[in-house]
């Protein structure tokens, strides 16, 4: 386990986020692009003490239509108060992906 990183889109990137800040395994990390935390006022009792530390990338395009970018920061700021470090990239693109946003999860792997 220690060698999986979780890595969603969208809802993807939400179930990604849920159960990486929740999994009593130790993980290699999460990213979560185009996507929002859940469930965030439960997050503080719900964490897993074993992924306290656990490596996060986040990535956004600032027109997203489907899940606003103000929503993706305001997840990583909400990651960030409660500890994590969170390396966050946006990107002028809608919902979907793009070539250096794909290029920067190669680099961050």
């Known amino acids: 386990p220690d060698r999986v990183v979780l890595a969603g889109s969208s809802q993807g990137g939400a179930v990604a986020l849920h159960a990486g800040l929740r999994s009593r395994e130790r993980l290699a990390g999460v990213v979560a692009l185009s996507t929002y935390l859940p469930f965030r006022s439960r997050l503080q009792a719900e964490v897993s003490q074993t992924n306290r530390d656990l490596p996060i990338l986040m990535c956004h395009g600032t027109a997203d ?17 409660h500890g994590y470090e969170v390396e966050w990239h946006a990107y002028p ?17």
């Open 93 to 109: 693109m809608g919902h979907e992906v793009c070539l250096p946003e794909i290029q920067q999860v190669s680099r961050w792997l």
């Open 65 to 81: 239509p489907v899940v606003s970018v103000e929503l993706g920061q305001a997840s990583r700021d909400v990651l960030k108060e």
